[in-house]
C-alpha cells in the first residue's frame, strides 16, 4: 500500500508564503509524476502544479509565477512553495502521485489533504 501524508498548510496573510510538503511511503517500483491539486467547497479539484521524475513542471494558469513545484527523488518528496499568496487560493490541498508498480502498471494515489487559508 502506498501513502501519501502532506504538511505545511496553514493560516497566511495575503502577500505571504507558504510551503507544502508531501512525502510518499510505502512499497512501489517508483513515482512517475507527483503533483498538487486544490479544491474548495462547490467546486471541481483543480490542478496546480505537477512535475515529473525527470524534473518537468506544470503549472495552473491561476499561479503561474507565484507558485513554484520542486521534488526530492531520493526522499519520494514533493514540495509546493506558495508565494505572493491571494485569499482566492484558499482551499485544500491535496498531493497526488502516480506510482510506477513492479509490474508497470500506473496508479494514481492521493493524500488526505492539508488545508491553506489565506486572509486579506
Known amino acids: 500500500q502506498v501513502q501519501l501524508v502532506e504538511s505545511g498548510g496553514g493560516l497566511a496573510q495575503a502577500g505571504g508564503s507558504l510551503r507544502l510538503s508531501c512525502v510518499a511511503s510505502?512499497?512501489?517500483?517508483?513515482?512517475?509524476?507527483m503533483g498538487w491539486y486544490r479544491q474548495t467547497p462547490g467546486k471541481q479539484r483543480e490542478l496546480v502544479a505537477t512535475i515529473t521524475s525527470g524534473g518537468t513542471t506544470n503549472c495552473g494558469d491561476s499561479v503561474k509565477g507565484r507558485f513554484a513545484i520542486s521534488r526530492d527523488n531520493a526522499k519520494n518528496t514533493v514540495y509546493l512553495q506558495m508565494n505572493s499568496l491571494k485569499p482566492e487560493d484558499t482551499a485544500v490541498y491535496y498531493c497526488?502521485?502516480?506510482?510506477?508498480?513492479?509490474?508497470?502498471?500506473?496508479?494514481?494515489?492521493w493524500g488526505e489533504g492539508t488545508l491553506v487559508t489565506v486572509s486579506s
Open positions: 510505502g512499497r512501489f517500483f517508483r513515482i512517475a509524476v
Open positions: 497526488n502521485a502516480e506510482i510506477v508498480t513492479h509490474i508497470w502498471n500506473r496508479i494514481p494515489y
